[in-house]
């Protein structure tokens, strides 16, 4: 008899680290897959402690319907470790786990301003953004050594880091509050070819709303937020598989345009 994986959160979050350090892909989810959001998180929780390093941020990704129904959440999160800023001459080196899933998502990136008030649990619209000093563009690094990952669903997605591998970090929004970002026509573009386009508008309560589903569900969590942090806010234009060696370009209404080349991820030498 096929012996059935067993709800190990600490062992699932440690085999996704493994394979992360060796920089080699899993074949399969690496136990029983999560069953719920508690679930999930708490693999994640396993997997940050375990990384050991500095939680430079925060990516928010969109969980769609029907299955944003079935969960209760419009929205998950992930941990990001890594950026790199943008430069205007080249395209970036981002790394990628060859074998597993790669993608570049265009992105407005959020920092934090000042820490959301201890013990408030609940942020209108405003009072998230005056919780954010600068909007910048950017492209989130989505990449885990499981190929399957978003096939398999948000609860797997938020398991392994959200999915995230890095951030590429372009030039400031000027004067954001008032620059209706959020209605900007968005490309994402690989070697070069149009893949998806869109609006932060289309996201519910737009870029903004991330912050403030961010907020709460760090509230809930009892997890600190820090200013200096980002929030990738979400993809904009959809989510596009990519492989090592092809550049991904994010063209923020022909007003910036960054872009970065998917390099294979390396072993963890440390």
Not at 233 to 254: C, K, L, N, T, Y
């Amino acid at each position: 008899m096929q012996e059935l994986p067993i709800r190990d959160p600490a062992g699932i979050a440690g085999r996704f680290l493994a394979a992360r350090r060796a920089a080699v892909p899993l074949a399969d989810y690496p136990g029983c897959a999560p069953g719920d959001l508690a679930e999930a998180y708490r693999i994640q929780d396993h997997a940050i402690s375990g990384w050991g390093r500095d939680v430079i941020g925060w990516k928010v990704g969109r969980v769609m319907p029907p299955v944003s129904e079935t969960l209760g959440t419009e929205r998950l999160a992930g941990p990001i470790f890594a950026a790199a800023p943008a430069d205007a001459d080249r395209a970036v080196a981002m790394p990628v786990f060859d074998g597993g899933f790669a993608a570049g998502e265009a992105e407005f990136l959020l920092r934090i301003g000042a820490a959301p008030p201890a013990g408030k649990t609940r942020f209108t619209l405003d009072e998230a953004a005056e919780l954010i000093d600068a909007v910048h563009v950017g492209i989130e690094i989505a990449s885990s050594p499981l190929a399957t990952i978003n096939a398999l669903g948000p609860l797997v997605v938020i398991s392994d880091f959200g999915n995230n591998n890095g951030l590429l970090v372009g030039p400031a929004v000027p004067d954001w509050r008032t620059s209706g970002f959020e209605q900007w026509d968005v490309t994402t573009l690989i070697d070069g070819r149009a893949v998806g386009c869109g609006k932060a508008a289309a996201f519910p309560d737009g870029a903004i709303g991330s912050a403030r589903f961010l907020f709460e569900l760090m509230a809930a969590r009892g997890i600190a937020l820090r200013p200096g942090q980002w929030i990738s806010s979400g993809a904009i234009g959809g989510v596009h598989d990519a492989h090592v060696g092809q550049r991904v370009e994010a063209d923020f209404g022909g007003r910036f345009k960054i872009a970065c080349t998917l390099i294979e991820a390396q072993p963890d030498r440390d």
